[in-house]
């Protein structure tokens, strides 16, 4: 059992297992949830596996990377968060996922507030981005309030547009 990366009053977070792929199917699977991520699509089974193996040379490379987000009342995974970097991206960024059945409760702002906190005292990082769909209200919620403040409204190749959101340790310690 791997020690927590961090913790919450409600929530536990630690670096992801081999034992988490059914709920990251679950989460990343979710293809009513998965609209508002990446290009829409949900994740299969053999994504999961290759997700895995980033996420450990994440770790290796950076430090960190996606984590599991358990819950201290009940040792079973509800979603994940990490601090990454798609594509190669310069910028650190702030991603989460839980399941539908947790949605609406706080633990995504909770987790997330962690989560910027533990970058910057742990990864020494002063700057987050974060990125969510236009349309997506209850996102755009969780980062205001874990305390993101709305950015740019980035063009994508595509035609669509992303909202992005900023953290910077200067702008939270004023």
């Not at 679950?26 to 053999?46: C, F, H, L, P």
């Not at 740019?152 to 310690?173: I, M, P, Y």
């Amino acid at each position: 059992m791997s020690e927590p990366e961090f913790q919450t009053e409600r929530l536990l977070v630690r670096r992801l297992r081999e034992t988490d792929q059914l709920t990251l199917l679950a989460v990343y699977g979710d293809a009513e949830a998965m609209q508002w991520v990446g290009d829409g699509r949900a994740i299969t089974q053999e994504e999961c596996v290759q997700w895995l193996s980033v996420t450990q040379a994440n770790y290796e490379k950076r430090g960190y990377g996606m984590f599991a987000i358990e819950e201290r009342s009940s040792p079973r995974v509800i979603g994940f968060c990490g601090i990454v970097h798609p594509g190669g991206q310069p910028e650190p960024e702030v991603k989460y996922a839980l399941l539908r059945s947790h949605w609406g409760l706080g633990f995504a702002t909770e987790a997330v507030m962690a989560l910027i906190a533990y970058g910057a005292a742990t990864h020494k990082l002063a700057f987050l981005i974060a990125t969510a769909a236009p349309a997506n209200a209850a996102s755009h919620r969780v980062l205001l309030k874990a305390g993101m403040r709305r950015a740019e409204l980035r063009a994508n190749e595509d035609g669509s547009k992303t909202q992005v959101f900023h953290w910077s340790a200067c702008a939270s310690a004023a």
